[in-house]
């Protein structure tokens, strides 16, 4: 049993060097993204592909993002933040990649012929690259599961993959 603790303590001090390594993110970070809402269904296509902002402010934990999307004669505007409760490093060296998990929360307003809102809870899990830092690039899947339609015609649950691939600037 000492062994077995042991073997679990240089372990965990071993991989605990792997994981400090890091970029500073908690500071202030802006950048761009695009994205795409896979599964849903509301007056822009499931809010169609987007253009975002996506930033995160020193003082708070979230990261944020502001997207942006029109089609035919609607404008969507989507809002999203996620706390990014797991971050781990995969790999160090010329290029660093890491991964995040966390809990977030969205909403998708739909603006034309008809109002659409969809809001609800998501789990994205990101891969980051950092080629040059400060700057990150980044992939973000994330399962959204919500209520739909709202001053539509109303749907629970909407189940979809919200999908975010852009690039960011940590200061």
């Known amino acids: 049993m000492k062994r077995l603790i042991l073997v679990l303590a240089l372990a965990a001090v071993a991989l605990t060097g792997v994981f400090a390594k890091s ?3 908690d500071g202030l970070a802006l950048g761009v993204e695009w994205g795409g809402n896979y599964g849903f ?11 975002a902002i996506t930033f995160k402010l020193p003082s708070l934990p979230p990261m944020f993002g502001v997207s942006m999307a029109v089609g035919g004669s609607a ?7 996620d706390w990014w409760s797991y971050r781990a490093a995969l790999a160090t060296g010329s290029i660093d990649v890491f991964m995040y998990v966390g809990p977030g929360i969205y909403a998708n307003l739909v603006l034309g012929s008809s109002f659409n809102l969809d809001a609800g809870l998501r789990i ?4 980051q690259f950092y080629v040059l830092q400060p700057l990150e690039l980044f992939i973000e ?3 959204a599961i919500g209520v739909g339609g709202i001053g539509n015609s109303l749907r629970i649950p909407t189940v979809g993959i919200q ?6 600037f940590w200061f």
């Open 23 to 25: 970029v500073k993110t």
């Open 41 to 51: 269904v509301n007056g822009l296509g499931a809010f169609g592909n987007n253009a």
């Open 75 to 81: 404008l969507g505007v989507g809002l999203t933040a």
């Open 124 to 127: 994205p899990v990101g891969f």
């Open 141 to 143: 899947p994330a399962l």
């Open 163 to 168: 999908l975010q691939v852009g690039a960011r």
